[in-house]
């Protein structure tokens, strides 16, 4: 079955980067995209940007540009995502999300347990 | 960049009543639109994609319509296990995958 597990809890300073893995088993790694979705205490759901596992093309949400860097490792099947320059409104559960099938990029059947990231001087 | 509005963010009904949550973009997604129940400290769950399609092991109370701008995640008989926060999402690739900022369905 598919699973998307994710990497345990961080604390960092403002300032500081964070990485964030994503190691996903059940299916073949690169024949799926991969999402970052974060939500912020009591907050909705924002879309980060995607990778794709095949070619290692991103797109990124433009005001997060210049901050974030998703990658891959597909020798291990994971997924990575970087956030640098850390802010207090950082401050998230940072989820990984596989798209459900091939051709329906953004739509997002299976997703990790989250990552609670929490910047705090 | 599209955007995604909800309403109304808050519903509060009863077990056995027929739900009905709108979704709203600021352009035209044709159906390019899907839906997600989550429930406190769990990930959202698909429940809904292409505006109407059902995801595999969705019960059928829950279904969705709607095409262009607006759309509608209707539940026919609430049920205990469906007091949760909704979302939509656009997945049109020439714009980020915006989510809508959620309704949250709670006990009357």
């Known amino acids: 079955q598919v699973q998307l597990v994710q990497s345990g809890p961080e604390v960092k300073k403002p300032g500081a980067s964070v990485k964030v893995s994503c190691k996903a088993s059940?299916?073949?790694?690169?024949?799926?995209?991969i999402s970052w979705v974060r939500q912020a205490p009591g907050q909705g759901l924002e879309w980060m940007g995607w990778i794709s596992t095949y070619s290692g093309n991103t797109k990124y949400e433009q005001k997060l540009q210049g901050r974030v860097t998703m990658t891959t490792d597909t020798a291990t099947s994971t997924a990575f995502m970087e956030l640098r320059s850390l802010r207090s409104d950082d401050t998230a559960v940072y989820y990984c999300?596989?798209?459900?099938?091939?051709?329906?990029?953004?739509?997002?059947?299976?997703w990790g347990q989250g990552t609670l990231v929490t910047v705090s001087s | 960049d599209i955007q995604m509005t909800q309403s109304p963010s808050t519903l509060s009904a009863s077990v056995g009543d027929r739900v009905t949550i709108t979704c709203r973009a600021s352009?035209?997604?044709?159906?390019?639109l899907a839906w997600y129940q989550q429930k406190p400290g769990k990930a959202p769950k698909l429940l809904i994609y292409m505006a109407s399609s059902l995801e595999t092991g969705v019960p059928s109370r829950f279904s969705g319509s709607g095409s262009g701008t607006e759309f509608t995640l209707t539940i026919s008989s609430l049920q205990p296990d469906d007091f949760a926060t909704y979302y939509c999402q656009h997945y049109n690739s020439n714009s980020p995958f915006t989510f809508g900022p959620g309704t949250k369905v709670d006990i009357k």
């Open positions: 352009q035209s997604i044709s159906g390019w």
């Open positions: 999300a596989r798209d459900l099938k091939v051709g329906l990029r953004g739509v997002f059947g299976y």
């Open positions: 059940g299916y073949t790694f690169t024949s799926y995209d």
